[in-house]
């Protein structure tokens, strides 16, 4: 009798090894689905690509910005992440073959928000709802150091207003 029990015993522990093996393995590959799936490997391509973006650029960046064909003035909302209060000394782009630029002249205190206006002239061959991309070049003076060798460069891309 006892060698009944024994076998029964046997057979419960390998039961149980077998379905924690395979929990364990299912927790394994829905992490990795989950990982693969918030990486956008299951998104269409055409879905991949915002209609507006902005990369690089460093503490000073624009954190909101509008092309307008119809007015021909490229709109920035530039951010001071800077750390120290900083004056804008000049802000230039470039889409495709069209180059603008302006010197605002504006002061922003750490955190601040400011727009700019930026004319620029023969962006009105752009018809709304065209994409765009303009690298921008943002030159800026620190006001706490009195330094004005810094820039933010970067690019934009978004659709024509």
């Not at 090894?17 to 299951?42: C, D, K, N, S």
């Not at 055409?46 to 003035?73: M, W, Y």
């Amino acid at each position: 009798m006892p060698r009944i029990v024994s076998r029964v015993q046997d057979r419960g522990q390998a039961s149980i090894e077998y379905t924690l093996f395979y929990i364990f393995a299912l927790v394994v590959i829905a992490i990795g689905a989950i990982t693969v799936w918030q990486m956008g490997a299951f998104t269409q391509a055409q879905d991949k690509h915002d209609t507006f973006g902005i990369v690089g650029f460093s503490q000073v960046f624009p954190s909101d910005f509008a092309l307008r064909s119809d007015t021909e003035i490229l709109s920035l909302r530039l951010k001071n992440d800077a750390g120290d209060s900083i004056q804008i000394d000049k802000v230039s782009a470039d889409i495709d073959d069209v180059s603008c630029s302006s010197n605002p002249g504006i002061s922003m205190i750490p955190g601040e928000s400011d727009y700019v206006d930026i004319p620029c002239q023969g962006v009105s061959k752009y018809s709304k709802g065209n994409r765009f991309s303009a690298n921008i070049n943002i030159t800026y003076t620190n006001l706490r150091t009195a330094d004005p060798d810094h820039a933010s460069i970067g690019k934009i891309y978004g659709n024509v207003e």
